[in-house]
């Protein structure tokens, strides 16, 4: 596909219209930053692991050196890396309509592409946080492998603040969703195989309520039925397209 059929002139028309845009990335709009997305088939983090099976509570209470190492590879990995055009692409976005960017990615590089108000909705790689005290922070966590880092303020173990399987999404992160999803009048998913929730909720919440649903991947997904535009391309590549043909207008 070229980029011509990723600007098809009623989208560009469509975005030029929208009075509140509400976007949900997901892992896909990293790939090109060099992360692996989690369910991609031979490179994914998860290409070994089921992720139901990786990601959850008791994964993690019961082997927490083996988890801490994952995730500590997975920061110096995301730390060695740096945002891509489709980042840049959505931060120049939100500088010119009203946005509101939702992300399930914990890499937090929409922040460091220039992104603001950036509602990371399974939370972030690089904080520590104790269950036992409430404790938040960074920098607790020791380099060295097999190494449990403990809470500073009541010694119990830490964990990496970020969203496992079978807990609850923390609620300023579904308001702030929820709200999104309530008053755009044009949804873009981008970058997601739209499979976790309640996270891929909120395209099909929005989609039911009248919005433009729209969707850049360029794979199939359960959203793809559901969306009046697929974009079926790279988003480092789709984005920057987009902003582009809209352009010349503003
Ligand atoms: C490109 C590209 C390029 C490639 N450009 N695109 C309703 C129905 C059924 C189940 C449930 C339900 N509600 C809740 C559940 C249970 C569960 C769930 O959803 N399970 C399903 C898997 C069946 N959800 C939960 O447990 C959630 N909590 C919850 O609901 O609490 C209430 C509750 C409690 C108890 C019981 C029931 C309810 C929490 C979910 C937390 C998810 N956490 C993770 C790990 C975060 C920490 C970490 O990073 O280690 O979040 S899982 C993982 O998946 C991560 C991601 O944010 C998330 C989504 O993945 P994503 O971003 O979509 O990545 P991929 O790899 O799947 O897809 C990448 C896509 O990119 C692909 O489509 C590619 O084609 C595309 N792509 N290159 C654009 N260049
Ligand atoms: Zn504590």
């Known amino acids: ?7 098809p002139a009623p989208l560009i028309e469509r975005l030029r219209q929208a009075q509140r845009i509400a976007v949900m990335t997901g892992a896909g709009i990293s790939a090109e930053s060099g992360i692996p997305t989690f369910r991609d088939d031979a490179d994914g ?8 099976q990786l990601a959850t509570p008791g994964a993690f209470s019961e082997d927490p050196a083996t988890t801490w190492d994952w995730y500590r590879w997975r ?19 939100q500088t010119e309509v009203t946005l509101d960017l ?6 937090g590089l929409h922040l460091r592409a220039g992104s603001t108000d950036v509602v990371e909705f399974h939370g972030n790689l690089f904080e520590d946080r ?3 005290c409430g404790y938040s922070g960074t920098g607790a966590v020791a380099a060295e492998a097999g190494f449990v880092p403990h809470c500073p303020r009541c010694n119990a173990v830490l964990r990496p603040g970020v969203v496992l399987f079978g807990e609850m999404i923390p609620e300023d992160g579904l308001s ?5 999803s309530e008053s ?5 998913s981008i970058g997601t195989s739209s499979q976790v929730y ?17 969707e850049v991947n360029p794979e199939y997904t359960p959203l793809t039925p559901l969306a009046d535009y697929a974009l079926t391309g790279p988003a480092a590549e789709v984005l920057p397209a987009l902003l582009a043909a809209l352009a010349p207008h503003r």
Not at 45 to 52: D, G, I
Not at 199 to 210: D, V
């Open 176 to 180: 702030a969703a929820t709200a999104a």
């Open 1 to 7: 596909m070229n980029d011509l059929d990723w600007t």
């Open 75 to 93: 920061r110096q990995k995301v730390a060695a890396a740096h945002p891509n055009a489709g980042h840049a692409a959505l931060a120049a976005l």
């Open 198 to 214: 309640p996270a891929a909720s909120f395209a099909e919440f929005a989609k039911a309520r009248g919005a433009t649903l729209v």
């Open 45 to 52: 983090l998860w290409s070994k692991f089921r992720p139901e």
């Open 184 to 188: 755009c009048d044009l949804f873009l």
């Open 130 to 132: 104790c269950d036992a």
């Open 102 to 107: 939702i992300t399930q990615n914990v890499d």
